[in-house]
């Protein structure tokens, strides 16, 4: 199995740029989250999807932040417009109804001047 | 507010010895608790996991130690080896088996010495 998928794996940006950051969860995985990793504030759940639905975006830090999942295969994470606060790590993680462990992919080190 | 609590920060062990990490946390729904490993430029991995209806729960060199009453978990490492040396996050989640929330605490850096 290939694990999760996250592109691109790094991305510098400017101020004010709009960042899309994505994620391929593992096939026949029907769950998936959106995390956040900062030096500060450790490890922070976005959102997280069951079944492509959005179920949970409390941790959705603003408006800036938003995410969709079209499809079983493929999410996004946009961030308009970037601020250097959101400078982090990104991490999609996947798991499957019935079990109990999130699967994470490798991160997205997201850094906005 | 930060519902799972975790300690120290970063701890070195040399090597041959025991690693140990607390958490503790406040939800009384929580029934699940997972340790996930972290190597610097990768995402974490679930090490190992508990549920209360056990005190202990043993994989290899790694061990839960689960106090329900006083709502706190630890993990050991017996045998610590260099390549431990890595990130570990304890976590806990409301929901078993349905792959969801998890709340993580912040992480402690381990670092084993030869």
Request: glycine share 8%; hydrophobic share 35%; charged share 20%.
């Amino acid at each position: 199995d290939a694990g999760v998928i996250q592109s691109p794996r790094h991305e510098v940006t400017e101020m004010g740029q709009e960042v899309t950051l994505r994620c391929k969860p593992i096939s026949g995985h029907n769950s998936l989250f959106w995390y956040r990793q900062t030096m500060m504030r450790g490890l922070e759940l976005l959102i997280y999807f069951n079944n492509n639905v959005p179920i949970d975006d409390s941790g959705m830090p603003e408006d800036r932040f938003s995410a969709k999942m079209p499809n079983a295969s493929f999410s996004t994470l946009k961030i308009q417009p970037s601020e250097p606060r959101d400078s982090a790590v990104y991490f999609c993680a996947s798991g499957r109804s019935g079990t109990d462990t999130q699967y994470f992919g490798p991160g997205t080190r997201l850094t906005v001047l | 507010q930060q519902q799972v609590k975790q300690s120290p920060q970063s701890l070195i062990v040399q090597k041959g010895g025991i690693s140990i990490i607390n958490c503790a946390y406040e939800n009384t729904a929580f029934d699940y608790f997972p340790w996930y490993q972290q190597f610097p430029g990768k995402g974490p991995a679930l090490l190992i996991a508990i549920r209360p209806d056990v005190s202990e729960k043993k994989e290899g060199r790694f061990t839960i130690s689960f106090n329900k009453s006083a709502k706190q978990f630890s993990l050991h490492i017996m045998d610590s080896q260099p390549g431990d040396s890595a990130t570990y996050f304890c976590a806990a989640s409301t929901t078993p088996g349905t792959a969801s929330k998890l709340t993580f605490g912040t992480g402690t850096r381990l670092q084993v010495t030869l």
